[in-house]
């Protein structure tokens, strides 16, 4: 398997609702990156978690909340969004964070529309 | 500011053209990385270059690493329509040795 799976697709959320985004990989990957991308606009780095420990916040706001249950799971937990958080959500994996030789594999995304 | 410049910024051209984008960058770089991303896709990659002054060719692309690991291209010979999207440069550098994402270059390649 050298996928990283990203979970919905798509999603439309208010922004009083609560929701969760899904990222999964079996490729033995232990580094694990949430990213935001704008449109026609390069990735932009929101977390960074390594061996399942959270290594790099780049200062995202706490309606933002990361988790990693395990090696393979990485969640992205929403909370009283803004309209202008709407982006696609990107899941990325890496064998470590200190190799990126191999590059990233990235999941398909989420498209995020907050209204 | 970036780190790393890509240029042309976006780039449309007919089928079976030749074209050129650049990634530079003031910094060295242990290694860059081309990606390419279709519209609602993930980036996916295409290439690491790592040896300075490297050259590395897949199919109709051709990737260069600058001798002094600054700087990098990507060569599309007779492009096609399926070439059309987001081309990303990326890797580790800068004072920090964090990973950047260049700025982006939009083709698209017309039929």
């Known amino acids: 398997d050298t996928e990283v799976t990203q979970t919905p697709k798509h999603l439309v959320m208010g922004m009083t609702n609560k929701k969760s985004l899904k990222c999964e990989q079996h490729m033995g990957h232990r580094a694990m990156y949430w990213y935001k991308q704008k449109a026609k606009k390069p990735p932009e780095l929101m977390f960074v978690?390594?061996?399942?420990?959270?290594?790099i916040n780049e200062s995202v706001p706490s309606r933002f909340s990361p988790e990693c249950p395990n090696s393979s799971l990485l969640n992205l937990h929403l909370h009283a969004l803004q309209p202008e958080d709407s982006a696609l959500y990107l899941c990325?994996?890496?064998?470590?964070?200190?190799?990126?030789?191999?590059?990233?594999?990235f999941g398909s995304g989420t498209r995020l529309t907050v209204v | 500011t970036q780190l790393l410049e890509q240029s042309p910024q976006f780039l449309s051209i007919q089928e079976g053209e030749n074209l050129t984008v650049y990634c530079n960058s003031s910094s060295v770089f242990s290694s860059l990385q081309w990606y390419r991303q279709e519209p609602g896709e993930g980036p996916v990659l295409l290439v690491t270059v790592v040896t300075g002054g490297e050259v590395k060719k897949l199919k109709r692309l051709t990737f260069q690493f600058g001798d002094a690991r600054k700087d990098s291209s990507l060569h599309i010979t007779a492009a096609q329509p399926g070439d059309t999207g987001l081309y990303l440069c990326a890797g580790v550098g800068g004072n920090f040795n964090k990973f950047y994402f260049g700025s982006g270059t939009k083709l698209n390649v017309k039929p």
């Open positions: 990325a994996s890496a064998s470590t964070t200190g190799d990126l030789i191999g590059g990233y594999t």
């Open positions: 978690y390594s061996y399942e420990k959270l290594s």
